[in-house]
C-alpha cells in the first residue's frame, strides 16, 4: 500500500527527517510517499500559520487522491486542515497529533505532552478536548524551542525537551510522554531509553494506524460530516490553488 | 466607531445583504464596512469551503488591521477562521455564529438554530461544544437550502426555514430560533413577528457585540493563544495572500 | 432607551459609583437609571446574602417593567436572582457576571476572575460552569478585600486586587482578567493600563450587552424556562414585597 | 434526635401531607418536626416562587438552629435555597431533590423524573447538571398538573402522573422513577405497586438521608462555601426576616 | 433488618475493624453480618487485586441473598465488583466509596479523598468521574501506606494520614476529608476532632445508606443495566465459585 | 511478532471464528495465538458474566506474558478485564471495543454500535464515556441476539443485525457502524458491503493497533495506574489462579 505523508509546511528538510521516520516504522509492503506543501510557511507556529498552510495541504491530498494513494498522514502535529481533508479524501486521513494521542491512551493512564512553542499549546488543548482525550492527558508542555531550531545541527533544543520530561514526570503525575511537533520524529528512541518510559511520537503513530485502516478496507466514510464538496464557483488565488 | 464586517465567501450579492442588515442596527456613530473576500468559495458549505476561505478572510482581516477599523465582524455563520484572524488582529474579532449564541443564552433558556445544509451541522455542534454553548442549544437544524437560494428571487427557502422553525417548536422544547446562516439577515424580523419568539441573527448581534466590546476600549488580547503570528518565510500562493 | 441597573444591596454609595461606570459607557441614546434595593444586605458576600436580597431586587425589577424600562442590569457579580427576574421581565435582564465572562471569551483565550472575598469563589465556579464558561476560565481567585471596603478612601483594597493581578498573570496562563465585584467599576482603566491586558469589568460589559439586545428588538423569551409567575396567592412579609 | 422538615410554601395542609410521609419512615428514635414556611407563595412552581421563598424558608432553618434541630430537609423538590440554608445551618440540610437523585443512583442504573409543570423542568434538569446525576437521569417529564392539584380530592392528577410514569417505562430506558414534588409523597407506594419498578419520593429519601448523616455526627462543613454569613447591616423587608 | 457487609478481601482482622465501625453506627433494629470472602487477595491495591477478588466477593453477596439479607455493602473503597454485584442482588447493594462520596456532597462543598497507596488514585478519580462526583472532589490523595499497614500496632500510618490531612487542609481548598480505605474505619472520629472539619470514613456511611434504602422498601432494580444474569453453563474455578 | 487474542468466555467456536478473523487481517510477520479462557462464562451479557470472566482471561495473560508474547488483545467488545490485564502485562493489551472506537472515529464523524442484548447497552455507553468517545457515537442499539445464536447456522440473527443497522442509518444521523460483539467478527464485510458505510469490527481493528503499538517498541507504562502487582497472599480459588 501507499501511504502519502503531507508536510503542511514548506520546509524540505522537515519533511525528509518526517519520511525518515515514516519509513523506519513502515510494514514491509508499504510505500510512503512523503510530501512537502508548495504554499504556506516554512514552520506552523500558532492559528495564523496554521490556518495559511491548509490550502496547500489541501493540494496535496488532492493530488495523493487523484494518484490513488491509500492513505494520508497529515506531518503536524495541531492536526491542521484535518477535517477539510477528510471532506476531500476517500481514502482514511489521519493527523499525527490525533495517532499519538490514541496510542498515548492505549500504552499510559495518563500522558504528558511536550511541544514546542506555548502558542502551540492552546490549540493542542482544544483538540485534545475536542477528541475526548483531555481526560487522559496530565498536562501540555512547551520547551519553549522554535520548529525549525529542531533542523539545526547543535542546538540546544533536544536538551530543553529533555528538561521538560524530566519536569512532567517530577510534577504532573503521568505515566508516558508525547512528543508534540513532527519535528521532533528522531528523538523518540531517545528520549525513550533516556527516561524508561513510553513515548509516543506522531509520524510513527499515524503511519501504523493508517496500515492498519487501509488493511481493514475502512476509508474515510462520505454520507456524514465528511462528504464531498459541493461543486461550486471559486475566485482568486482559491481558484489557483483548485487548478494547480 | 468603524467596523469591518467581511464576507468570507467571495459572493458580492450576499455581500450588499449582510452590509444591509448590519447597518441596519448600527449605532449612529458606527461606520459599517463591508469588505468581500477575493479568493475562495462563492459559498461555504462544508469543511472544505470552510478552510479554502481562510486566506481571503485574513488578508482582509489585514487590511482592516493597516486600515486601523476598530473592530472585525466575520460573516459565516460557521465562524470560520475566527482564532487565526484573532491572532492578527489587535482589534476584537467577533463571529457572527459566536455572536448569536451570546445573545441566545440571554433571552431564551434553550435555542435550536436552524442552518442550510445539513453538511454544516456537525461544523455548528462542534463550535456549540468547544465554546461551552451546547447545553444551551436544543438542537441544530437544516432546512436543506443552498446557501446561494438564500440569494434568489422566489426561491422557496424562506419557507422551508419557517417550515424548519415551525418543526422546532414542536419538537424541541426550545424557546428562541438563532438562523444558521449569514445569508438569512434579512429574514430575521420575518420569523420573530410570525412565530411570536426571539430570532436571533447572526450579523446583527455581531454588530452590536463590536459595538460594544469597542466601546469599553477592549481589543484581542495579544500575550495568549491569539498572540501574532510569528515573522517567517512563506512560499507559493501563500507568500502572494501576505504581499496583498 | 432606557436601561434599569439594580444595585441588589443597599448601600447607595455603591450604587452612585455603578451608575457613573454604567453612564461613562452608555451611548449617547441611552439613559440610565440606577436603583437601590430597598430590602436586604448592605453587600451581598455569601450565598445567605444572595438569597436574602432577591425580594428586594425582584422588586426593582417588577418597578422597572412597569414602568417600561428596555432593559435590566443586575448589578452583583454573583449574577443574584438572574433567573427569576428573568421570569418575571420582558425586557431583556443581565447579569453584570454573565456579561463579562461574554467579553471575556471574545478578548481572551483563557481569563482569570478576581473577585473580593473568597466566600464568592465557589458561587463563581459554579456559574461558570453552568454557563458553559468554565474552559475557558483560568481561575478565580479572592483579592480577600471586603466588598464595602472598596467603598473607602484610603483602603489597601486596590493594592491588594492589582497584587492578585500580578500572581494571576504570573501564575495562571491567563490572557485577560476579569474583575469580580460590582464595587471595581471603576478600577477597569488603571489595572488595564497597569498590565497592559484586557480588564473586563461588568457593569460597563452588562450595559454595552443591554444595549445591543434591545437595538436587536429581543427580550426575554415568555415561552421556556422563564415563563411568566402563574398567579397565585403570596403570604406574609413575601405578600408585602409583591404590594410594593 | 430531631429533624425539622420546612415546606417552604405557605400551602398547610401539603406541610401535614409532608410531616405524614416524613413519620411514616421516621426511626424510632426520631422525631419530625414540621415547618411550614410564613412568607411566600402558596406553591414553588418555577423560578420567581421558588426566589421569592427562600426568605422565609430561611427563617424557618434559623428557628431550627436556635432550637437545636439536628438536622434539616428542604421539603421543595428544586432544592430551593439549599446553599444559603447550609450557609446559617451547623446541623445538616438536605434537599428533597438531592436526597431522591441519591438513592436514584443506587437502586436504579437511570431514573426518570415526573414532576408537575414544564417550568420545573429546567430547574430540575440545572440542579442534576450542577450536582453530576445528569448521566443518570434518562429524563425530566412534567405530568402538567399544578402542585395544588395533588392537595384536591378527586383530582385527575393521579391518573395523569400514571400515564407518564408509563410513558416513561416505554419510551425512556428508564429502570426507576423519581417523583419530582412534594406534593407527591403519598403517591410513592401506590405506584411502585403498580409499576414493578422502584418509585423514590424525595421526603422520604431525605428523612433517611439526614438519620444517616447526624447519626455519624456529620454536620454542614462551616470552613468552605458555607461558611457562615458575616455579619452586616440588613435594611427593609429583609431586616424584618432577620428579627423574626 | 440484616445488612450484609462483605470485606472483598481475606483478611480477618480487617473484616473484624470494619464490623465493629458498622456496629459502632447500625440502628438498634439493625442486624451487622460480617463476612470475609474466601477466595481473593490479603488486601485490595490496584486493578488486579480489585478483579481477582470479585468472584469471592459475589460469592458472599449470593450466599446472603440466599439468607434473605436486607442489603449488601461492599467494603472496598474502590467499590470492586459493585455492578456485578446488583446484577446478582435484589436487595440494594452499597459500595463503601459511593456512600463516602454521597454524604461527601452533603455536607462540604469540596472534599479531599486520603487514600493508601497510589496505585489506588487513578481507580478512585474513575470512580468520581463516573458517579458524577468529580467536580465535588478537590484531590484524591495517597498517604502511601500499605492497606494492610493499617492493622499493625505502633504503624506510622496513622501519623502518615494526619500529614495529608493537614497538608490537604493547605493546599486544596476543600472543607471535608473523606478516607479512602475500609482500613480506616476506626480513625474517623480521632481526625474529625484533630482537624475540626467533617471526616467522612465509608463504612458507617454505607450502613446508614443502607438502613435508608431498606427503610423506604427500595431494592436494585431489575429492568435495566442490572437485570440478573441469564442462566448458562459456567466452566473451569469459575463454575466452583457458583456451585459454592 | 506474536498477538495472544483471549477470548474471555469458554465457547472454543467462537474462539475459532475470533481466530479467522484476526488471521485474516494479520500482517505476513504477525503469527496469531488464540487462547480460550478456561474459566468462566461461555458467553459475555452483562456485568455479572463479564466480572466473572475476568480471572480466566487473565490467568491467559499471565501465561502469554510468560510466554513472551508481544501483545494481548481481549476479543470481548466489553472490554472486559482491561485495566486489571494492563496491570499483569508489559506487553501492549488492547480490547476490541476500545479499538473498534479509535478506528471509528479515524473514519466517520459519528458512529452508532449495534450489539447483541440490551443488557449490554449500559456497559458501552460507560465504556465510551470513559473513553471520552461518547460525543462520537450517535446511540448504542441492540439487536436483541443472544451472543451464542451469532453461532447457531441458520440462526436470524444475521438478519436483525441488518434491520438494526438500516434503523441506525435512518435515524441516528451516524455515518458509519460499528459491530458491538467479537462474534460478529465475520459479519464485517458483508455488512459494508449491503449498507455502503464504513463497518468497523472489533477484533480485525485490535490486531492492527497491536500490531502497530507493537512495532513502534510500545509496551504498557509500569509507572502509572497500571504498575504491576504488588506480591502478596492470595487465598482460596483465587491463589488457585495464580497457580496455574
Redesign the interface.
Known sequence: MRIQIVNPN?TVSMTEKIAVAAKA?A???TEIVAAT???????I????????????L?AEIARGEREGVDAHVIACFDDT?L??A???ARA?V?GIG?AAF??G??????FTVVTTLS?S???LQ?NL????????CARVRAAEV?VLSLEEEGSPARQRIADEIAAALAED????IVLGCAGMADLC?FY?EKFG??V?EGV??AV??A???V?????????????P??A??????????LEE
Open positions: 514548506t516504522v510494514a514491509p509492503g506543501s508548495k504554499s504556506g510557511p516554512a514552520s507556529e500558532g492559528h495564523f500559520d496554521g490556518a495559511m498552510a491548509v490550502p496547500g489541501l486542515g477535517d477539510a477528510r471532506s476531500l482514511p489521519i490525533e490514541h496510542l491512551t492505549i500504552v499510559s493512564e495518563r502558542c499549546v492552546p490549540i482544544s478536548f475536542r477528541y475526548g482525550f483531555d481526560r487522559r522554535p503525575h503521568c505515566d508516558a528512541a525513550a518510559i513510553p509516543i510513527s503513530a501504523k494506524l496500515e492498519g485502516t488493511a481493514l478496507g475502512l476509508g474515510t466514510s462520505k454520507s456524514g460530516g465528511w462528504a464538496p459541493i461550486k464557483r471559486y475566485d482568486g488565488l482559491a481558484a489557483r490553488f
